[in-house]
């Protein structure tokens, strides 16, 4: 099992430029997110997903949309890149119960300039 | 909005020394969690802590969550050089989502 995997691993924009962070787990897991971290910010929740075909806002969803593509795939995108977007992404699964205990993939670090 | 602030925000230390890490906030969680991370990694859950007053042992480190359920603490006993890395703390609050703390970096020399 690879747990959960996110591509690409690094990235580089220019200002305006557009781009899509894919997401996907093998644990069969129904809620997945996407957080960003920022130094000395801890992880900040941009959006989530409780459930195949739902999306919710998290703490910080401007400038981002999601995309749940299946029970496996959670995508995060960027329309138009600014360089407050520059951050290390992270996408995490749970299970459906009352601890919320998330795994995580190994992250998107993104520059934008 | 729920806060968790930890502390320290560094720390560096000598293999074998004793630490404390702790994790405050004025409000209530339903469970807190704490998770390393450790460079160009994803953070992984180390412990689950549920019940006012609970102490979790894992190896060398004991985690014990506040009669209130509003603080945490992370106690590690003669650290090693493995145990460096970023420890965040988590609490579970309204629709079950998570509030992470700013984290806490620790470096441990041999």
């Known amino acids: 099992n690879a747990g959960v995997t996110q591509t690409p691993k690094f990235q580089v924009l220019k200002t305006g430029q557009s781009m899509t962070l894919q997401c996907a787990q093998d644990?069969?897991?129904?809620?997945m997110y996407w957080y960003r971290q920022d130094p000395g910010m801890g992880l900040r929740l941009i959006y989530y997903?409780?459930?195949?075909?739902?999306?919710d806002k998290g703490e910080v969803p401007n400038g981002y949309n999601v995309s749940r593509l299946n029970k496996r795939e959670f995508s995060l995108r960027l329309e138009s890149a600014a360089p407050s977007q520059t951050s290390v992404y992270f996408c995490?699964?749970?299970?459906?119960?009352?601890?919320?205990?998330?795994?995580f993939g190994p992250g998107t670090r993104l520059t934008v300039l | 909005t729920q806060l968790l602030e930890q502390s320290p925000q560094f720390l560096s230390i000598q293999e074998g020394e004793n630490l404390t890490v702790y994790c405050n906030s004025s409000?209530?969680?339903?469970?807190l969690q704490w998770y390393r991370q450790e460079p160009g990694e994803g953070p992984v859950l180390l412990v689950t802590?549920?019940?006012?007053?609970e102490v979790k042992k894992l190896k060398r480190l004991t985690f014990q969550f506040g009669d209130a359920r509003k603080d945490s603490s992370l106690h590690i006993t003669a650290a090693q050089p493995g145990d460096t890395g970023l420890y965040l703390c988590?609490?579970?609050?309204?629709?079950?989502?998570?509030?992470f703390g700013g984290g806490t970096r620790l470096m441990v020399k041999p």
């Open positions: 988590a609490g579970a609050g309204r629709g079950n989502m998570l509030t």
């Open positions: 997903s409780a459930s195949e075909g739902t999306t």
């Open positions: 995490a699964s749970s299970e459906t119960g009352p601890y919320n205990e998330q795994f």
């Open positions: 802590v549920v019940t006012g007053g």
């Open positions: 644990m069969n897991h129904n809620s």
């Open positions: 409000s209530v969680f339903s469970s």
